[in-house]
């Protein structure tokens, strides 16, 4: 690699030339910047400004730009030369839009300018652009844990694009609960042309076509399947899983893989915790898992009930039992899928006997999008009765009596019949919950997590399903009630294990319709994984960034806070204690560098040495110049945004404020803090996003990791006799375009108040 | 046997497919889901002891006689505001017609229910000629409850009856004869063998 | 030949001396003017109305409808029926639907007409009048007509149930109909597009056996109408009419109010705006006189 | 904008909305071409007009920011904006499109100083906050717009403010002579993500949307609740201006109706839930919100809102669909007429504020699709052979929420792939 050369490319456009001395910008380039080369342009991101640069960097022999313009957020496109590390400086969102163009502002307006040049000259001089690592080759093989209709879609859809599947399924035929269904809800709503006049009829039950999905994965040259087969170990990362695959017999076999589908499932709901609707009392009060049973037992014949085989004239379903409800056992959750399957299943009913009187109890029915209200007609075109009631009771006796609230006619009430079909829930069939059971080990982990173990009501396998090598637990970490969903409403998909997605009821309940859709999704996330590995690029939310943590040995102390705290599990310890980084499941957030007390994590264009050179060589000017200097350290996805957008609008920052973006804020490193302090900055705001049960943090844990980090703060402080004011954290989001620039003019007023710092040099 | 005991027998606890069967658009309600835009649309709403939307949910919960017995069925003054707004298109209007009409074959419908009893002198009026006479509609329905009540109501009409002659909106001569169709014979022979298929049809059923 | 024809069905009330017989003849008046023939369907029977439910069961009263509809399609053959009366309309045109989808009303509907020598091919469209007007002849060519333009009169235009529900007028909406409006402005006159209740329900079919409970929103209609400025109230339907103008004595006694709001159908409005004379437009038939209309046409 | 490069290996997307934004980022992050065609001048539809997610309550700005990173990185992504496709003939594996460019009459050279919008003087209704607010005829259509590009309303051209538009712009980005242009090229597979428009208020003609200024439609509200819409955040009413604290929302206005929509909207209920909190974190114990509903469907996990918003004391349920609105003429209050069909008690009540939870409804009416495709009575894309290489994203398939959608369209990129691998397999 040639010998670091700095270039400054200057642009003159969007104001920057009437507002600020472009002679004064480009002199400090070079003479504080240390630019070897500097070039003006009358509008840098054009065709000819770029392609100026592009001939700079060939016959200059330029290896580290500094682009001199506007937001790092604008012209991305023009200004993304990727041979070479880029910096820049924003002249444009970061100081004259967010400055008024007065006059006696054009001084400090300069100098905000001046500091930002020579900042991002001296992280220039320490970035390399970043190379992959080629820590692993293409494995385009995808492993499927879970053999039911979500794990055989998720194969299936991977093996018609060209990538070979493995499915492991516990047990021994594939098919899982769809199997067990005599029927299944349409997936279509009625056609154009069917008049909603009741005489014209909407889609009803259909066949489950398993068999069909069965004989394709079986027959598909790409898919292998494993019957009785668990997964013993999995260890490794995107691109290079290694997974030892058990069978009942014992015997194991070891397989390589590029990325993992779980699609584990669900449980169902263990109905012998409603005594009340006398299941277990009475073998004619069943689950709705039970009642498909009973169909395919009948097999088209008239369904008999279990006590006495005798045909079922009368049959009465009972929705969200054991759910929706806080009671001790129950879900507190909505399975989603059980009001349409009562109606299926009622169906099953007037099919044999148009006079069997079928009455689904429900409080609010739930038959979302067109199939699912289509099918809510198709029930009362076959006289299904719906009764708007909460069931209290159900006596167990020759017939059953189902005592309920009729809260339409409100009045308490009762109904005999025959058979009682409980609409009982979905409980996701996932391992242990890492981090469940690290808050137990580490304090660190407390806090964040808390609220996750006091809402893990239900009761969650603790067998696990993936047996992961990881430092950070075995299994996905788990969000609510033992689900393993993501908590992106943007990005469903992303996990907290990079190159292992979830798919079907073990990440939340639904139907089949929504379980082949997200098998579907899932499948294409672990292609498209399968490739970034390959690549050396991350995935979500850094999608593409090629840049990768690695360490110096020598330096570290094994304190592992890099392994605990790191989001995503990616960081492993070897024998001796070492971290151990795993480049393809790291989503380069920079939490493990914020966390390292002795500084030796960090990424070829992203480090302590990268902020610490802005941090250092932004001018601090003496105390009597009465021209304080607050450092804003923003986390790049929200809270710098942000200030992008505040400068659009108008918004105005103090001339004070000198804002360095971060990856996260859980990058953020103590020690940036204290120099800042040390070198005379006589404030400092932190700003990242939302933490806790909502967390908007993209890296998740990032800001929570922050704001703990943070908490400590204080001491620091008072060790160099400072006030804690001086440090500040807030939550910031991407809609907070007046409040942002506001948090920053604060602290200035509260500078104001208590003086300048007295570390001025 | 009674109609009504009869179908007692042959529907025991289920009114819905009763009602299916024997009332007009009965089918209907089991489409119902029971959102209550039709009881909230209705102008004499308030007068009404169940509204339309809770006699549908009375039905499928088997309470017959508390429905065919019920007043609420004669209040509708057939406004069409729960049809144009159901929105599950059932044709209320017309199902609470024919639950009243059900109610009175069956002897249900509660005595002296004032639209009951003129809408049965309404259709004897117009059966008899082919066309109503209003005069005489006039007058038996002032006198439905008796001659001393006639003899008030029919005063306190007195004025709007004076005005209808000056307007030659009403014609004494109406009282005799008065208009008719020309074909009287097959008009009334239509009508008895629609009648006739009409009760075939419910005693088939019951 | 004129230039609409249509095969007319009256209905009861607007025979000679009976309630709205001074509807027939401004209807009779304001077709002359806009040269719409109008054939009468021999012998025409009652429809029944929608108060016939208690003596008459369904086929009954479907049956009423059908011989209509078989007379016409006999004697007026290929021509659309018109009625006047929402009520006539309203019966008829739901019993052809009705007996249109099911096929086991149909053959017992015929097999009744039958003992009257009549068959049913329900093929007949069946209109108000209040269509013709809007969607045949149009506000422009009526406009063409205005000789004596209503000015100075405010009108509110009460359009009732039965000719808005559940069919109406095409384009039109059950809560907010405009076309009475809009034909109030085509005649000179001022509207009240802002109306409140234009479709509320008169109780009509309930004006007899609960007359307290329908003269109670009765009230609520010509006080709107008052509060409106209006002078008078117009609308199509003859039971709209008889109740809210016939009432209004009894009303002020029991309520204390001064009603004495004229109330006349359209063709009085469109037979005086035509130039026609007081008789003609039958204003001798209100009970409460429309004096603004009889200064106009003198 | 310049010819596209593209061959039957390349995937099109129809529609720039969060679902054909996922899914063509998600199959051009795994290695493929991807031609995505957006009718807006900006990308993320719909979701760009939200103020917030339910259940996080958190910003749909926040993923956008994400997702136009990953748009402006990959160099497997041709973006066009205010492009409509006009046509689509082939066969799954050989399509070709033809797409409808719309000039924007501002060119790349735009930098979005803004100059060109302070220099015009006209303003038009702002689609962008549903007509509530004005905008220039130059114009950013929001903050966060991207192609960071301005645009020149077509109702500029000839006019003085183009000239004037013109003069201000010193980086020659401004190009009155750009006309409407016809480009096609081919592609392999087609994800059809048109997404959704909110059901016409005003058909709903008992409420009366069209006839009372303080009933207004749920995206309204949405806006009104944004600090960046039309009002500033603040929950005011439109006809004086008054502080909305009593507000109603009426649920299934337009949707499981056979007068409108027969379908269920699905997002309608968490939307309003959603709502209901912007009005008790507005007010406090002031607020009195009061949520009309037949069924409340907050499914799976979202149950946990729903409990949530049901124990706040200051929102209330009825079992009612509302029957008709009148006004209070004094004051213009909205009265909601109807029944709570929870023991039958009528009601009629006053509200300073009417939200109707208006349905989601197809953008692409069903008749209009420029290629054959399988679709339901409602106009919504069935999954069907028959579609051959066309495959549906997100809410073109069926009412869902953002995740659903999201979800929908990551699965729908793959289905494409699989057909352009075969194409390139069969081409080796």
């Known amino acids: 690699m040639a010998d670091l050369k700095i270039g400054a490319y200057i642009c003159k456009g969007c104001g920057l030339e009437d507002r600020l001395d472009m002679k004064q910008i480009e002199m400090t380039a070079t003479r504080d910047g240390k630019a070897a080369v500097a070039h003006q342009h009358e509008m840098l991101c054009s065709k000819e400004g770029v392609e100026m640069i592009r001939k700079s960097i060939d016959e200059e022999e330029v290896t580290n730009l500094v682009i001199i313009a506007c937001s790092r957020r604008a012209k991305v496109e023009a200004f993304n030369f990727t041979d070479v590390a880029v910096a820049r400086a924003n002249l444009r969102e970061g100081v004259i839009w967010l400055r008024p163009d007065t006059d006696e502002n054009r001084e400090t307006t300069q100098e905000m300018a001046d500091d930002y040049v020579r900042m991002a000259c001296a992280e220039a001089k320490a970035m390399h652009a970043p190379h992959p690592s080629g820590e692993q080759d293409l494995n385009k093989h995808i492993l499927v844990v879970g053999g039911g209709v979500s794990g055989m879609t998720a194969a299936l859809e991977a093996a018609k694009a060209g990538y070979p599947a493995t499915i492991v399924e516990k047990s021994g035929a594939l098919g899982g609960h769809v199997a067990e269904l005599y029927k299944r809800t349409p997936q279509k709503a009625a056609p154009v042309g069917v008049s909603n006049r009741h005489k014209q009829k909407c889609p009803g039950p259909e066949e489950t076509g398993i068999e069909e999905l069965i004989r394709q994965v079986e027959e598909h040259p790409d898919i292998t399947v494993h019957l009785n087969s668990t997964i013993a170990k999995t260890s490794g990362a995107p691109g290079r899983f290694s997974a030892d695959i058990a069978t009942e017999s014992g015997s194991t ?29 009475s073998p004619d009060v069943v689950t709705n898992l039970e009642l498909e049973a009973l169909a395919k037992a009948a097999n088209g014949g008239p369904i008999k009930r279990p006590s006495d085989g005798k045909e079922v004239r009368s049959v009465a379903f009972i929705q969200c039992a054991g759910q929706r409800s806080e009671k001790e056992g129950h879900l507190p959750y909505c399975s989603g899928f059980c009001c349409t399957a009562s109606i299926k299943q009622a169906l099953y009913f007037k099919e044999q006997n148009p006079d069997c009187d079928t009455t689904v109890l429900y409080t609010d029915l739930r038959t979302p999008g067109a199939a699912g209200e289509d099918f809510y007609r198709r029930g009362q075109q076959e006289e299904v009765t719906f009764t708007k009631g909460a069931v209290s009771e159900v006596v167990a006796g020759g017939e059953l009596t189902v005592k309920f609230k009729d809260i339409i006619l409100g009045e308490d009430t009762e109904m005999v019949a025959d058979l009682v079909v409980l609409a009982t829930g979905q409980v996701p069939n996932s391992g242990p919950d890492p981090y469940a059971t690290l808050s137990a080990e580490d304090d660190e982990e407390e806090g964040g997590e808390e609220a996750n173990e006091e809402t893990n009501t239900v009761t969650v396998s603790v067998e696990s399903i993936l047996n992961l090598d990881y430092r950070q637990g075995t299994d996905l970490p788990q969000l609510k009630y033992g689900f393993t969903d993501s908590h992106f409403i943007c990005f469903p998909y992303e996990t907290r294990r ?149 400068a659009m609008s108008g918004e105005e920052l103090t001339p004070w404020a000198r804002v360095i973006p971060v990856r996260c804020l859980g990058s953020v490193n103590l020690s940036w803090i204290t120099d800042a302090m040390n070198s005379g900055y006589d404030g400092v705001v932190l700003m990242g996003c939302q933490k806790g049960d909502d967390y908007q943090c993209h890296f998740v844990r990032g800001s929570a990791m922050a704001a703990e980090r943070m908490s400590k703060v204080g001491d620091t402080l008072s060790s160099l006799n400072l006030e804690p004011e001086r440090v500040v954290i807030h939550e910031v989001a991407i809609t907070d375009i007046q409040r942002a620039p506001q948090l920053i003019n604060d602290m200035a007023k509260v500078v104001d108040e208590i003086g300048m710092s007295p570390f001025k040099f | 046997m009674s109609t009504n005991t009869a179908m007692i027998e042959k529907y025991r606890n289920n009114f819905l497919k009763e009602v299916e069967a024997n009332v007009e658009e009965g089918d209907w309600v089991k489409m119902c889901m029971q959102c209550g835009v039709c009881s909230g649309s209705c102008p004499l709403g308030k007068h009404w002891e169940h509204p339309p939307q809770e006699i549908f949910m009375m039905i499928r919960a088997g309470k017959r006689d508390e429905v065919l017995s019920s007043d609420s069925m004669w209040m509708c003054t057939s406004c069409y505001n729960c049809i144009v707004r159901c929105p599950r298109e059932l044709p209320i209007t017309h199902i609470m017609h024919g639950l009243a009409h059900y109610a009175k074959r069956l002897g249900l419908a509660p005595k002296n229910q004032p639209t009951m009893k003129f809408a049965q002198l309404f259709w004897d009026n117009l059966s008899k000629k082919g066309r109503v006479n209003e005069l005489k509609l006039g007058i038996s329905l002032y006198f439905m409850n008796g001659f001393g009540e006639g003899i008030k109501t029919s005063l306190k009409m007195k004025d709007i009856g004076l005005g209808m002659l000056k307007a030659k909106r009403m014609s004494v001569a109406e009282a005799f004869g008065g208009h008719s169709v020309k074909d009287l014979s097959g008009f009334h022979k239509m009508l008895k063998k629609a009648q006739e298929l009409e009760d075939a049809r419910l005693t088939q059923h019951g | 030949m004129a230039k609409y024809e249509y095969s007319f069905y009256p209905g009861c009330s607007s025979q000679k001396g009976a309630s709205s017989s001074n509807y027939l003849t401004s209807v009779e008046t304001m077709c002359e003017e806009l040269d719409i023939q109008l054939n009468h369907i021999p012998d025409w029977n009652c429809c029944s109305a929608s108060i016939g439910y208690a003596g008459g069961g369904e086929l009954p009263r479907l049956t009423l409808s059908a011989r209509n509809i078989a007379l016409s399609e006999e004697h007026n053959p290929g021509q659309e029926i018109v009625a006047t009366c929402a009520a006539c309309w309203l019966a008829t045109r739901e019993a052809s639907e009705r007996l249109g989808e099911d096929d086991e009303l149909m053959a017992e509907a015929n097999t009744a007409l039958a003992e009257a020598g009549l068959k049913l091919k329900n093929e007949t469209p069946i209109k108000h009048m209040a269509e013709v007007l809007v969607e045949e002849v149009g506000y422009d060519e009526i406009a063409s007509k205005v000789k004596k333009p209503l000015e100075g009169i405010k009108i509110a235009g009460y359009v009732g149930c039965q000719t808005n529900r559940p069919f109406g007028i095409h384009g039109e909406s059950y809560e907010n109909p405009k076309y009475l409006d809009k034909l109030v402005d085509t005649l000179g006159a001022e509207s009240i597009p802002d109306y409140e209740k234009k479709v509320q329900c008169c109780g009509g079919a309930l004006a007899f056996s609960e007359p307290d409970k329908s003269q109670e929103m009765i009230k609520g209609i010509l006080e709107a109408a008052y509060d409106n400025g209006a002078d008078m109230v117009v609308t199509p339907c003859p039971v709209c009419q008889m109740n809210v103008e016939v009432y209004q004595d009894q009303i002020n006694a029991k309520y204390g109010t001064k009603f004495k709001m004229p109330v006349v159908y359209y063709s009085t409005l469109m037979s005086v705006a035509f130039g026609r004379s007081s008789k003609d437009a039958a204003l001798d038939g209100q009970i409460i006189r429309a004096k603004k209309l009889e200064e106009i046409a003198g | 904008m310049t010819e596209v490069v593209a061959t039957n290996e390349t995937i099109l997307v129809v529609g720039g909305g969060i679902s054909g934004m996922t899914a063509a980022l998600e199959a051009a992050e795994a290695g493929k071409k991807v031609v995505l065609v957006e009718k807006r001048p900006y990308l993320g539809g719909r979701v760009t007009q939200l103020y917030k997610y339910f259940p996080k309550l958190c910003f749909p700005t926040c993923g956008l920011e994400i997702n136009q990173r990953r748009a402006k990185m990959n160099p497997n992504l041709t973006i066009l904006t205010m492009a409509e496709v006009t046509d689509l003939s082939g066969e799954a594996g050989a399509y070709t499109a033809t797409v409808k460019l719309s000039p924007r009459y501002v060119n790349d050279n735009c930098t979005a100083c803004g100059d060109c919008a302070d220099a015009v003087e006209t303003e038009v209704d702002d ?302």
């Not at chain 1, 076999?253 to 009392?281: M, R």
Request: hydrophobic share 35%.
């Open chain 1, 253 to 281: 076999t070891t397989e390589n893989f590029g990325a993992i589908v779980q699609a584990s499932g669900f449980k169902p709901y263990d109905a012998n915790q409603l005594p009340e609707f006398g299941y277990g009392k």
């Open chain 1, 498 to 646: 990079t190159g292992i997605y979830a798919a079907g009821p073990v990440r939340r309940p639904m139907d089949i319709k929504q379980a082949v859709d997200d098998a579907t999704g899932a499948a294409m996330k672990a292609i498209q994984e399968v490739h970034n590995a390959a690549a050396g690029r991350a995935a979500h939310p850094r999608s593409g960034d090629l840049s990768y943590p690695s360490f110096r040995k020598e330096g570290c102390t094994q304190c592992k806070r890099c392994t605990v705290e790191c989001p995503f599990g990616a960081i492993d310890e070897d024998e001796e204690g070492y971290p151990k980084y795993n480049e393809s499941r790291c989503r380069r957030c920079g939490t493990c560098m914020g966390a390292c007390p002795v500084r030796v994590i960090s990424f070829e264009n992203y480090s302590v040495e990268t902020v610490n050179q802005q941090i250092k060589n932004c001018d601090i000017p003496d105390e009597f110049d009465e021209k304080p200097r607050i450092l804003a350290l923003a986390c790049e996805n929200d809270a710098y945004p942000a200030l992008d957008q505040a």
């Open chain 4, 127 to 428: 689609e962008y906050n549903y007509g509530l607010t004005k905008r220039k005829v130059a114009y950013l259509p929001h903050v966060m717009a991207y192609p960071q590009q301005y645009v020149l309303d077509p109702a500029i051209i000839g006019s003085e403010d183009a000239e004037k538009a013109k003069a201000a712009c010193k980086y020659d980005a401004i190009d009155l002579d750009m006309q409407e242009r016809e480009i096609s090229f081919p592609c392999g597979a087609v994800i059809w993500a048109t997404g959704w428009q909110p059901y016409d208020a005003a058909k709903i003609q008992p409420y009366g949307y069209d006839r009372y200024a303080n009933v207004i439609s749920s995206v309204e509200f949405e806006r009104m609740a944004d600090p960046k819409g039309p009002t500033g955040g603040k929950l005011v009413r439109p006809s004086d201006g008054k502080e909305a604290k009593n507000i109603a929302f009426i649920q299934c206005a337009g949707s499981r109706d056979r007068n409108h929509l027969l379908h269920c909207s699905r997002i309608c209920c968490m939307a309003s839930l959603k709502q209901s909190t912007y009005v008790t974190e507005a007010w406090g114990d002031d607020a009195d919100v009061s949520i009309y509903y037949i069924d409340i469907r907050a499914i799976d996990r979202f149950e946990d809102f729903y409990h949530n918003v049901k124990s706040n004391p200051n929102v209330r349920f009825i079992k009612s669909k509302v029957a008709s609105i009148t006004e209070n003429k004094e004051n213009g209050n909205p009265v909601l007429n109807g029944v709570d069909t929870e023991g039958y008690n009528r009601y009629a009540n006053e509200h300073d504020l009417v939200v109707l939870a208006v349905g989601m409804q197809p953008s692409v009416d069903k008749d209009s699709f420029p290629v054959d495709i399988v679709v339901n009575r409602e106009g919504f894309i069935e999954q069907a052979d028959g579609n051959g290489g066309v495959f549906a994203a997100g809410s073109a398939s069926d009412a869902l929420d953002v995740n659903r959608a999201v979800q929908h369209a990551t699965g729908a990129a793959l289905r494409a792939i699989q057909v352009v691998n075969r194409v390139a397999g069969a081409e080796g």
